[in-house]
């Protein structure tokens, strides 16, 4: 199947910093990218979708201004999350959809905010 | 998209089959039926899909009932590896050229021993 990764697969960071992760389709061009949430013992949450070229379609509750995408090309997208607060330590996954709308998704990155 | 309905867990004993049901009585006529696995700490990893027929590939066999009401994911000789939480998800097939979101639900819980 078409790999996903994303980098880096876990940070530590303090409270108020910014902190990237990046999700690349190594296989594939992906015009469609997903950014999701999960908290422990949760389900996936969907935060944003992003298709390239254009901005980022958030999900409700979602602030954009805190969690920004981009996607910038066929293989990359990024999220920032901005000011990182305790509550925003989570584990951060990222999904490619193919051509055929079968959608792959990367390792996963756990961010923990001190 | 159409909800599902899934146990929250089951158990199979190594070397046997892992019959996983999935109930989506509410499917529409263009919602195909895709299943994912997570295991512990990992990002979904993609199994299998349908829309009406019966499926197999190297992972597993997908066995959808005529009505498109339920649909089984068929594991023929699980092993420990395939201890994860599987989710069952129905939805729509995106516009050419794009993809469309997934909504995770609960899942079940797959305990494989020994």
């Known amino acids: 199947g078409a790999v996903v990764s994303q980098h880096p697969s876990w940070v530590i960071c303090k409270s108020g910093t910014s902190v990237k992760i990046e999700c690349r389709s190594l296989?594939?061009?992906?015009?469609?990218m997903f950014w999701y949430r999960q908290f422990p013992k949760q389900s996936l949450m969907l935060m944003a979708t992003?298709?390239?070229?254009?901005?980022?379609?958030?999900e409700q509750g979602v602030e954009k201004d805190k969690f920004l995408i981009n996607h910038a090309s066929l293989t990359l997208s990024t999220l920032t999350v901005t000011s990182a607060h305790p509550e925003d330590s989570s584990f951060y996954i990222c999904?490619?959809?193919?051509?055929?709308?079968?959608?792959?998704f990367g390792p996963g990155t756990r961010l923990t905010v001190l | 998209d159409a909800k599902t309905t899934q146990p929250p867990s089951m158990d199979c004993a190594e070397g046997r089959a892992a019959n996983l049901p999935c109930n989506h009585s509410?499917?529409?006529?263009?919602?195909?039926v895709y299943w994912y696995r997570q295991i512990h700490s990992q990002g979904p990893q993609y199994i299998i899909h349908?829309?009406?027929n019966n499926e197999t590939n190297e992972m597993a066999s997908l066995i959808i009932t005529e009505d498109r009401k339920s649909s089984t994911l068929i594991l023929p000789h699980a092993t420990l590896r395939d201890t994860a939480v599987y989710y069952c998800?129905?939805?729509?097939?995106?516009?050419?050229?794009?993809?469309?979101?997934?909504?995770f639900g609960t899942g079940t819980r797959l305990q494989v021993t020994l």
């Open positions: 296989d594939f061009q992906a015009t469609t």
């Open positions: 999904s490619a959809g193919t051509p055929t709308d079968t959608q792959y």
């Open positions: 349908g829309l009406k």
């Open positions: 992003s298709n390239e070229g254009s901005k980022a379609t958030y």
């Open positions: 509410t499917i529409s006529g263009n919602e195909y």
């Open positions: 998800i129905v939805r729509v097939a995106g516009r050419p050229g794009t993809a469309s979101k997934l909504t």
